[in-house]
Nanobody
Framework: QVQLVESGGGRVQAGDSLTLSCAASGRTFSNYAMGWFRQAPGKEREFVAAVSRSGIITNYADSVKGRFTISRDAAKNTVYLQMNSLKPEDTAVYYC??????????????????WGQGTQVTVSS
């Protein structure tokens, strides 16, 4: 089992930047592809970004492409989500997730094996 702890959420203005972190512990970090999802009130949880086990391959939702960057630091067992040019519609609880030894990086939440508790991001206009 792997434990995931997100941090870095907060309240910002539209156009601001924010970086989320997700610290992993408990298992070999390199065995997991990592993803970020978000869930706004009254909406389904949606895919935001994912990064492969090596960190080389990434995938983004169209809504964040060009504004968000996912990365991972093997030495720190941490995955990051750099969010720039934030919009009010980015307001949500952001969740980090881990997918054990995947054949490819996934965009569907049910493919992920472990989840963090979430961190709130609020963007005001």
């Amino acid at each position: 089992q792997v434990q995931l702890v997100e941090s870095g959420g907060g309240r910002v203005q539209a156009g601001d930047s924010l970086t989320l972190s997700c610290a992993a512990s408990g298992r070999t970090f390199s065995n997991y592809a990592m993803g970020w999802f978000r869930q706004a009130p009254g909406k389904e949880r949606e895919f935001v970004a994912a990064v492969s086990r090596s960190g080389i391959i990434t995938n983004y939702a169209d809504s964040v492409k060009g504004r968000f960057t996912i990365s991972r630091d093997a030495a720190k067992n941490t995955v990051y989500l750099q969010m720039n040019s934030l919009k009010p519609e980015d307001t949500a609880v952001y969740y980090c997730a881990a997918d054990f030894l995947p054949l490819t990086i996934q965009t569907m939440a049910f493919k992920y094996d472990y989840w963090g508790q979430g961190t709130q991001v609020t963007v005001s206009s």
